[in-house]
């Protein structure tokens, strides 16, 4: 038990250190029952709410359904039969479930994910259809618009808000009491990070509105993992779990998406569950509907997560060793500064990061980390790599910017081979 929780706090570790997140909290399911709980980074638990993205989608998708199992709607009926002034009226529940109504990804206007939402009836009026990217049924095509429209579905269908109907038909049977539609404390903030720097960057907790469906909902690892439960055994007074095996397949012309319920390959089985993203915000859940065992994931990072790795790494945990945890910079050194960013030896791109406490070259071609400097009072020294031991010298011009860079012999310069920059005479 002691290797096994071990190797699980490894891949949390890595997932922490390569993705450059400022926390990441996970949990596995055995059974249905939340067996294990694991962070690196920041200090966080399972009980910390963050951001969950579009995992709220399977909660849409979930009242949906219940409209379905109860017989208020069927799956085929077009979204014009609820919302008639919807401009993808023909669009059916199915097809809105599915991505597959070949409408576009998103609402005409800013970036609804980190701008102030919209009422129900604005959004309406600018999405008039027109922004159709395919015919229903050609491809598949994710839309987070669709899910807002399933919204509006379900609250028309119920005469209440979608927000109502999540807390009193949903959240209150599966006792998921830390499940809320804006942050409630202890809540996480979210966060963007410099690529070049690993600086901090706080990202807005907007009130998506209308576009809520989607993407609004925050929550914690332990009531994530009560809703993975719910998707693995259905619940008497919610959805019946045969009706959920129903969603779990995969509609055409997706191969790895059911009606709400994204499908996982892992160990010869399909898991089902979601991904989430919003700014300063990941997440993950999935589970094995035939055993109950599953992985739920939050983190407070805008990028460097890859969920649907994750998961599987996690459930499959067998060996590894810690890591040390990746830091954000709070504070970046003159020189640093100045040199961060993209770089190129001859043809080879490159670029160079600050990140924890020492200057990173890396390969972009291969993604692979070159050499790493460290400074060593003026001097910015090789610690590891080719030009370990070497110095860098940071080449200015005249009016005091940095043109180059070198290093025994090698010549970075910001353009592919660089007239400007002279052949060293070290």
Same mark, same amino acid.
């Given at each position: 038990?002691?290797?096994?929780?071990?190797?699980?706090?490894?891949?949390?570790?890595?997932?922490?250190?390569?993705?450059?997140? %400022?926390? =990441?909290?996970?949990?596995?399911?055995? @059974?249905?029952?939340?067996?294990?709980?694991?962070?690196?980074?920041?200090?966080?638990?399972?009980?910390?709410?963050?951001?969950?993205?579009?995992?709220?989608?399977?909660?849409?998708?979930?009242?949906?359904?219940?409209?379905?199992?109860?017989?208020?709607?069927?799956?085929?009926?077009?979204?014009?039969?609820?919302?008639?002034? !919807?401009?993808?009226?023909?669009?059916?529940?199915?097809?809105?479930?599915?991505?597959?109504?070949?409408?576009?990804?998103?609402?005409?206007?800013?970036?609804?994910?980190?701008?102030?939402?919209?009422?129900?009836?604005?959004?309406? *009026?600018?999405?008039?259809?027109?922004?159709?990217?395919?015919? !229903?049924?050609?491809?598949?095509?994710?839309? #987070?618009?669709?899910?807002? =429209?399933?919204?509006?579905?379900? !609250?028309?269908?119920?005469?209440?808000?979608?927000?109502?109907?999540?807390?009193?038909?949903?959240?209150? %049977? /599966?006792? /998921?009491?830390?499940?809320?539609? $804006?942050?409630?404390?202890?809540?996480?903030?979210?966060?963007?990070?410099?690529?070049?720097?690993?600086?901090?960057?706080?990202?807005?907790?907007?009130?998506?509105?209308?576009?809520?469906?989607?993407?609004?909902?925050?929550?914690?690892?332990?009531?994530? +993992?009560?809703?993975?439960?719910?998707?693995?055994?259905?619940?008497?007074?919610?959805?019946?779990?045969?009706?959920?095996?129903? +969603?779990?397949?995969?509609?055409?012309?997706?191969?790895?998406?059911?009606?709400?319920? *994204?499908?996982?390959?892992?160990?010869?089985?399909?898991?089902?569950?979601?991904?989430?993203?919003?700014?300063?915000?990941?997440?993950?859940?999935?589970?094995?509907?035939?055993? @109950?065992?599953?992985?739920?994931?939050?983190?407070?990072?805008?990028?460097?997560?890859?969920? =649907?790795?994750?998961? %599987?790494?996690?459930?499959?945990?067998?060996?590894?060793?810690?890591?040390? %945890?990746?830091?954000?910079?709070?504070?970046?050194?003159?020189?640093?500064?100045?040199?961060?960013?993209?770089?190129?030896?001859? #043809?080879?791109?490159?670029?160079?990061?600050?990140? #924890?406490?020492?200057?990173?070259? *890396?390969?972009? $071609?291969?993604?692979?980390?070159?050499?790493?400097?460290?400074?060593?009072?003026?001097?910015?020294?090789?610690?590891?790599?080719?030009?370990?031991?070497?110095?860098?010298?940071?080449?200015?011009?005249?009016?005091?910017?940095?043109?180059?860079?070198?290093?025994?012999?090698?010549?970075?310069?910001?353009?592919?081979?660089?007239?400007? !920059?002279?052949?060293?005479?070290?």
């Amino acid at each position: 038990m002691a290797d096994r929780d071990a190797a699980r706090q490894a891949v949390v570790d890595r997932a922490q250190h390569e993705g450059r997140l %400022p926390s =990441l909290v996970a949990g596995v399911l055995e @059974g249905g029952e939340l067996a294990w709980t694991g962070s690196a980074g920041a200090p966080t638990g399972p009980d910390v709410q963050h951001r969950v993205g579009s995992i709220t989608k399977t909660l849409t998708a979930v009242l949906v359904l219940q409209c379905v199992h109860e017989g208020l709607a069927a799956v085929d009926d077009p979204v014009g039969r609820f919302v008639p002034e !919807a401009g993808y009226a023909d669009a059916t529940l199915r097809e809105l479930l599915s991505h597959g109504s070949g409408m576009q990804s998103e609402p005409v206007g800013p970036w609804w994910e980190r701008t102030p939402g919209v009422d129900i009836e604005t959004l309406l *009026r600018a999405n008039d259809g027109s922004g159709s990217v395919a015919a !229903a049924g050609e491809f598949f095509h994710y839309s #987070n618009l669709g899910y807002a =429209l399933l919204g509006e579905v379900v !609250a028309r269908l119920r005469g209440a808000s979608w927000w109502d109907l999540v807390q009193q038909r949903l959240l209150e %049977p /599966m006792q /998921m009491r830390r499940t809320s539609y $804006l942050p409630q404390a202890p809540h996480a903030q979210g966060h963007s990070v410099d690529h070049f720097t690993g600086v901090l960057v706080d990202e807005p907790h907007t009130d998506t509105r209308a576009m809520a469906p989607a993407g609004q909902l925050w929550s914690t690892i332990e009531d994530l +993992a009560r809703w993975a439960q719910f998707l693995a055994d259905g619940h008497p007074d919610v959805l019946p779990a045969g009706l959920l095996r129903e +969603a779990g397949r995969a509609v055409p012309p997706a191969d790895d998406y059911g009606l709400g319920l *994204r499908l996982l390959a892992y160990d010869g089985r399909w898991l089902v569950g979601h991904t989430g993203t919003m700014p300063g915000f990941q997440a993950s859940l999935f589970v094995d509907p035939r055993t @109950g065992d599953g992985a739920v994931a939050l983190t407070d990072g805008t990028t460097g997560f890859d969920p =649907l790795a994750f998961s %599987p790494a996690l459930l499959s945990a067998s060996a590894g060793g810690r890591v040390q %945890p990746w830091r954000p910079s709070t504070s970046v050194p003159q020189v640093a500064a100045e040199v961060v960013g993209l770089w190129f030896w001859g #043809n080879t791109a490159l670029e160079l990061r600050w990140s #924890n406490e020492r200057l990173e070259l *890396r390969d972009l $071609l291969g993604r692979t980390l070159a050499d790493t400097f460290v400074l060593d009072g003026e001097r910015v020294v090789g610690s590891s790599g080719y030009h370990r031991g070497e110095t860098l010298h940071v080449v200015h011009r005249d009016d005091g910017t940095v043109g180059h860079l070198e290093c025994a012999t090698f010549v970075y310069t910001r353009v592919p081979y660089d007239q400007d !920059a002279p052949i060293p005479g070290r």
